[in-house]
């Protein structure tokens, strides 16, 4: 049976968007409308799986449709809205909390780096946040999930939950198992400062990453302060192998310049870092500075934003009831 294709995927309204969640996600977001329908969630009961000001939620919520927008969303073809509007996720949620194993959650690596070394004072929340991207996923059916490589382990829970409830109601193909679309070079953006963390909004040190918002000043300062290596450029992969930050710039570099990375290593072999940065950043600017002079361009007209969340729950509530009833028949609720 073939089923028709449906990308879904969501980002966290917690604030500063980096090159980390560009490569590794917006930018795929935005060539997928090309060829598939589209839902791009504003995921805020993700968010508050750790405290939030409720201000600054509200802010960050906008501020992240901006962010998609400025990338390159188009809400004329994609559904954009925040995942609290549409109630179904959270009755979803529930459903699949008693799907779901709690052995199953034990595992997620996530969990066990963001609770930390206290678990008992992590939220409930917190714990079960993948069930809550199963739900969010299995709600429109969705069959491709466009994330980068730290989300892979959800996905996969999500298909084995989706398989579950196959299973326990009796409903073969009920829930396409859907399927993960990582980035091959770029799915996993390193910390500009220490190579083997991925850069993420929450490092303390804002010279770690570069936010979609940054000037073409703060990206010139930050390229070269970037943490890179003493010797020259080599000609092989190999040979970076120890050197991840090396390593990460040059990724960075190959991504942006839309060049495989072979064929950056014969244009920089032999070259100090100080060049690959002077040429990194001048790429970067091209590409980044644009979209943060759009972002900030965009907050200042608060009620478009608002209007485009509204228009966006609209169309994805009609997708989530219509899903809904049918998944509230299976498992035998009135
Ligand atoms: P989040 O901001 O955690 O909601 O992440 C939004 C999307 O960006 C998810 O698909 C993540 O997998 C992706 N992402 C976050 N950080 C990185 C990174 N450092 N490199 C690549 N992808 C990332
Ligand atoms: N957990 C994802 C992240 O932190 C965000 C997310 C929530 C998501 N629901 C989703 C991603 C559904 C893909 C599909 O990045």
Same mark, same amino acid.
């Given at each position: ?9 969501? $980002? ?122 199963? #739900? ?10 466009? $994330? ?6 959800? *996905? ?63 990206? !010139? ?14 000609? !092989?992969?190999?040979? *970076?192998?120890?050197?991840?930050? #090396? ?68 169309? #994805? ?6 899903? *809904? ?10």
């Amino acid at each position: 049976m073939s089923k028709k294709k449906l990308a879904f995927s969501g $980002v966290q309204p917690t604030g500063n968007l980096h090159l980390g969640n560009y490569l590794g996600a917006l930018k795929n977001f935005v060539s997928l409308q090309k060829e598939m329908e589209c839902i791009y969630c504003v995921v805020d009961l993700h968010a508050i799986t750790v405290f939030q000001k409720p201000e600054e939620l509200r802010n960050n919520v906008l501020e992240t449709v901006a962010s998609f927008l400025a990338t390159g969303l188009d809400s004329e073809k994609s559904i954009i809205f925040n995942q609290s509007a549409v109630s179904g996720h959270a009755e979803l949620a529930w459903i699949l909390n008693c799907v779901s194993r709690m052995g199953w959650l034990n595992r997620m690596t996530q969990f066990k780096d963001k609770a930390g070394a206290d678990k008992e004072k992590a939220s409930v929340g917190l714990y079960i946040y993948p069930n809550l991207m199963a #739900a969010d996923i299995l709600l429109y059916k969705a069959t491709h999930v466009p $994330v980068g490589a730290d989300q892979k382990q959800h *996905l996969e829970l999500s298909r084995d939950i989706a398989q579950k409830f196959n299973n326990d109601f009796n409903c073969k193909n009920f829930f396409p198992l859907p399927e993960a679309l990582i980035p091959k070079n770029v799915s996993r953006i390193m910390s500009l400062r220490d190579g083997t963390k991925k850069m993420s909004k929450s490092e303390e040190s804002d010279y770690s990453r570069i936010n979609l918002k940054d000037t073409a000043d703060e990206i !010139n300062k930050k390229i070269k302060k970037a943490k890179s290596d003493s010797e020259q450029i080599p000609d !092989n992969l190999k040979s *970076l192998e120890k050197k991840p930050e #090396a390593l990460n710039l040059l990724n960075i570099y190959s991504e942006i310049s839309r060049n495989s990375l072979d064929k950056v290593l014969i244009e920089m072999s032999g070259k100090e870092y100080s060049y690959l940065k002077t040429k990194l950043a001048e790429v970067l600017v091209e590409t980044i500075a644009p979209v943060g002079k759009e972002i900030k361009k965009l907050l200042g007209d608060r009620s478009h934003l608002e209007q485009i969340l509204k228009k966006g729950k609209q169309k #994805a509530n009609i997708i989530a009831e219509e899903n *809904l009833k049918n998944i509230r028949e299976k498992v035998g609720l009135i």
